[in-house]
């Protein structure tokens, strides 16, 4: 592994922004941020994470770092962000990680874990259920009504026109605290930022002969999902069905908490993600 500290890292002719902090011999911690967030969704995490001995590495993925924000929605599929998370994991010389990821960056970690597991050593999911048992849920509970904005973030520039002035006061409607709030809106209001961070919504799922369409087997690393009993997007019968899809060590954290767990309960989140990379 290097110990040089990896401040940037390119791929496919986009270049992408990296906090690289802690000790650097320790174990590798990756952390995915969401939507709308970016790499400073982990600024109080980090450094419990760091006091427990690990190098934790975070980034601004594809769409949030300004050297990497594609115009269309196919540069946003899921092959595409899975292969920006192994980019930096070679840059980084590891050959093994343990992944965290909150929101779409849960969504990156599980789709790691069924093309990629060689390269973690376990994994760490917050809010995001498996996809499978969220696509379950929106047949046998209330999940199609708590997902029906995607449907709203489908349309071209209308959504982009609508969150621009309002995300800031919208996120603190959903819980996020204020401060953190007006800090995601004034990073999404560089030029094409808000459209990056919801071409993750629109390219997603676009089909790809890419895509080898491992994720129909089981998840095979160890996971930790950790997940807020007051999530307002992703509901408790998506939570629960997700061990169906895990066939390794898995343990299921439920905290009285909203969507906003790395921000609101960075110590229970720092702690659980310390246990189960093993500093704990």
Same mark, same amino acid.
């Given at each position: 592994? +290097?110990?040089?500290?990896? =401040?940037t890292?390119? +791929?496919?002719?986009?270049?992408f922004?990296v ?8 174990? #590798?911690?990756?952390?995915?941020h969401?939507?709308p &967030?970016?790499? %400073?969704?982990?600024d109080?995490v980090?450094p419990l *994470? ?18 990497a924000r594609p115009?269309?929605?196919?540069d946003y ?6 292969g ?7 840059a980084? &010389?590891?050959?093994r #990680?343990? *992944?965290? &990821?909150?929101?779409?960056?849960g969504? #990156? ?11 973690l050593d376990?994994m760490?999911? *917050?809010?995001t259920?498996h996809?499978?048992?969220?696509? +379950?849920? @929106?047949v046998?509970?209330a ?10 973030f ?7 026109a609508?969150?621009?002035?309002? *995300?800031?006061?919208?996120? =603190?409607?959903?819980g ?11 990073f999404?209001?560089a030029p094409?930022?808000i459209?990056?961070?919801?071409h993750?919504?629109? &390219?997603m799922?676009?089909?790809d002969r ?9 998840? =095979?690393?160890?996971? =930790?999902?950790v ?6 997007? @992703?509901?408790? !019968?998506?939570?629960?069905l997700?061990r169906?899809?895990v066939?390794? %060590?898995?343990?299921?954290?439920e905290?009285?908490e ?5 921000? !609101?309960a960075?110590?229970?989140?720092a ?6 990379a093993?500093?704990r």
């Open positions: 592994m +290097r110990t040089s500290r990896v =401040t890292f390119s +791929r496919g002719g986009l270049v922004d906090s690289d902090t802690g000790a650097t011999d320790g174990p #590798v911690i990756v952390l995915l969401g939507f &967030g970016s790499r %400073r969704t982990w109080a980090t *994470l760091e006091a427990g001995g690990a190098r934790v590495v975070a980034f601004d993925q594809r769409g949030y770092s300004p050297g115009r269309r929605r196919r599929r899921a092959v595409d962000v899975c920006d998370v192994l980019a930096l994991i070679d980084l &010389g590891a050959e #990680v343990h *992944l965290c &990821g909150h929101d779409w960056g969504f #990156v970690a599980w789709r790691m874990a069924h093309v990629a597991p060689e390269r376990g760490t999911v *917050l809010s259920p996809p499978r048992a969220l696509r +379950r849920s @929106l046998s509970s999940q199609a009504a708590r997902s029906a904005y995607i449907a709203f489908q349309l071209p520039r209308i959504p982009e609508v969150l621009r002035p309002r *995300l800031a006061r919208l996120l =603190t409607r959903s996020l605290p204020s401060a953190l709030a007006q800090d995601y809106q004034r999404l209001s094409h930022a459209r990056g961070a919801l993750w919504y629109r &390219g799922w676009l089909p890419r895509d080898r369409d491992r994720a129909r087997g089981p998840v =095979t690393v160890e996971t =930790t999902y997940w807020g009993n007051r999530d307002q997007a @992703l509901g408790r !019968r998506a939570a629960e997700t169906r899809y066939r390794a %060590r898995y343990r299921f954290v905290l009285d909203n969507h906003w767990l790395p921000e !609101r960075p110590d229970r989140v702690a659980e993600v310390l246990r189960a093993g500093l």
